[in-house]
């Protein structure tokens, strides 16, 4: 039977200046700009508060924060470790997450996993709205995933995912830019869709404790489904990462209300699925470390976790005014300022030299303990002396070449000492908190930059500071 049509219930609006016109147009007449009109729903009524759905139409009343009750979540685990520890120690009920990620990283396959351990003891529904239920049947077939619980739907209107939502606990939903509501005439994938969607499917997931995994792409601009329009609807959002070459994964958490954004899980990725990596240190560190000149290690805290992670440098010399600067998993701005420091405190000169940077495995290096370990690892290529094998450093590098202390020294140690590391290189101020680790591993504390290229054996020129 066809689907009845509706009276039209969109209006555009533009973005910038908020002119509400009938129809679409490039031009906003009144500021002028192009390509900011977007499809929003017009709302005869105001839409009920999430914590009044369901339970009370009555006015809402201030309370004082010791009359509030608290309810604790409960979580549920995927079966899948590195996939929990990224949610912050399982899956909450009733949340929104929001994965996104390039094409073909493996989006599907995981939460294809996820659902089917869920499905072993909850109701399961898989909507993939692109790709066929026989797609997926056959993904499970090789996954070896099996499961009566687990409903496969195809479907692609919103209006009738949510007649199917009903008694199920958890819904995938791949993807969202798949979907279309049909209170708004545009096309699916588009802002305005992809806004709406989100939002009814919060306002579903808040009423009926029902928790959705929504699959979100990444578009030409690096970001998920245009201008960030999910991400502060989503309670969670997880970055799939990685490079097409390398086998390994990264699910990287950036937002997370329920536990630590800083989380980064490791998988790797093979033909029966994804799977948890847990020793993940070796991934970050190279085979030829303490061979090659160019390369450092330093132990990077990320969420509740503690990384060995190696940075390589390389420097060629240029014949031009402006020498390169590239950087690859540590931020660009960092790299020209510890140039600036070991060039000006340390003499060591990279005014006519390309300088090429790049932390191992693919990581994003963003705290400032990594600076100790950067400096080393520039001076290190710039002088070709290699640094020891079973030397890690970290702390932070402030502009007059001091070494600063860092946060989480005690951990950072300790992870050096379970990869088998002899000695470290620290702030000096943290070397109190850490020297209960002493019998385990040699401590060497510094102060300046300078002492740590002495202790490396970095011959440098005359300094300014030692
Ligand atoms: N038969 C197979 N054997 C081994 N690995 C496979 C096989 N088929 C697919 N894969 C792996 O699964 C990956 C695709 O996974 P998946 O479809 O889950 O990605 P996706 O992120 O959902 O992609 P899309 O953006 O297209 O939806 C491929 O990159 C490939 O590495
Ligand atoms: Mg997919």
Known sequence: MPKQIKAPTSQFVCSTCGYVAPKWLGKCPDCGNFNTMQEELVRTEQPTPTARVGVSQMKTRALPLSQIGFAKYERVKSGISEFDTVLGGGIVRGSLVLLGGDPGIGKSTLLTQVSAHLASTHKVLYVSAEESCSQVKMRCERLGLNSDNLLLLNETCLEDIETEVDGCE?????????????????????????????????????????????????????????????????????????????????????????????????????????????????????????LAAGSAVTPSESGNRCMSVEIQTLISRTPFGAPRRLSLGVDYNKLVVLIAVLEKRCGIPFYNADVYINAMGGIKL???????????????????????????????????????????????????????????????????????????????PVQYVGQMLKTLNLKQNKGETE
């Not at 995994?213 to 990685?242: N, Q, S």
């Not at 070494?403 to 470290?424: D, H, L, S, W």
């Open 170 to 290: 958890f819904v995938v939903i791949d993807s969202v830019q798949a979907i279309y509501t049909e209170s708004l005439s545009s096309a699916a994938g588009s802002v305005g869709q992809v806004r709406e969607c989100a939002a009814k499917l919060m306002r579903l997931a808040k009423s009926k404790n029902v928790t959705f995994f929504i699959i979100g792409h990444v578009t030409k601009e690096g970001a998920l489904a245009g201008p960030k329009v999910l991400e502060h609807i989503m309670d969670t959002v997880l970055y799939f990462e990685g490079e097409p070459q390398d086998n390994f994964k990264l699910l990287r958490a950036v937002k997370n209300r329920f536990g630590s954004a800083q989380e980064v899980g490791v998988f790797e990725m093979t033909d029966s699925g994804v799977k948890s990596v847990s020793d993940y240190s070796a991934l970050f560190l190279s085979e030829t470390r303490g």
């Open 366 to 444: 963003g705290e400032p303990s990594v600076d100790l370990a950067i400096c080393a690892a520039l001076a290190s290529a710039a002088t070709d002396t290699p640094i020891d094998k079973y030397t890690a450093l970290f702390g932070e590098v402030g502009l007059t070449g001091e070494i600063r202390p860092v946060t989480y020294a005690e951990k950072r140690v300790n992870e050096c000492i379970k990869t088998g590391f002899k000695r470290v290189i620290l702030p000096a101020k943290n070397l109190k908190a850490c020297a209960k680790y002493a019998d385990k591993i040699e401590l060497v």
